[in-house]
């Protein structure tokens, strides 16, 4: 195991005052990121909206949506800085188990075609791509398509 990853850390519900860190994390790691008013209306909506924390230091974040029987992962991310180091994998691991907890059959998710490593993370957890969303993603030259991945629980 990593050795950052056996240093202490918490997940826990993200709050109003947690969404300016957020929204720092989300625009460095993404070229169109959510806004300030996506974070906290997800929030408000009362989603499944947690940050990953270690030390007082903010290192990602995920937002998750319940359905009747079926989770929605609508964004997750880390920090550049903690990239690579298993946090997205404990993070959306977190995401899969409430998921279970709260009886979904399964969890849903999008991801950029272009993004390989977050798809290769999705895969090794077992998600399977089920579809693919034409021109989903805003892109720099246009749209780019999503993968549409879903876990069995």
């Excluded at 929605?72 to 404990?90: C, F, K, P, V, Y």
Aim: charged share 20%; aromatic share 10%; with cysteine.
């Amino acid at each position: 195991m990593n050795e950052c990853l056996q240093q202490a850390y918490q997940i826990r519900e993200m709050q109003l005052d947690d969404v300016r860190r957020v929204i720092q994390i989300e625009r460095e790691i993404f070229l169109f990121p959510w806004t300030e008013m996506n974070f906290s209306d997800s929030i408000r909506a009362g989603y499944h909206c947690r940050v990953l924390e270690q030390d007082d230091t903010l290192m990602g974040y995920g937002i998750m949506m319940m359905g009747l029987d079926e989770a929605h992962i609508l964004t997750i991310g880390i920090s550049a800085q903690w990239q690579h180091q298993g946090w997205g994998g404990r993070l959306l691991q977190y995401f899969i188990n409430l998921a279970k907890q709260q009886q979904a059959a399964s969890v849903l998710l999008d991801v950029r075609e272009s993004n390989i490593g977050a798809a290769n993370l999705y895969r090794r957890l077992g998600f399977k791509q089920i579809a693919i969303r034409k021109g989903y993603y805003p892109a720099m030259c246009g749209r780019e398509d999503a993968l549409v991945m879903r876990l069995e629980l």
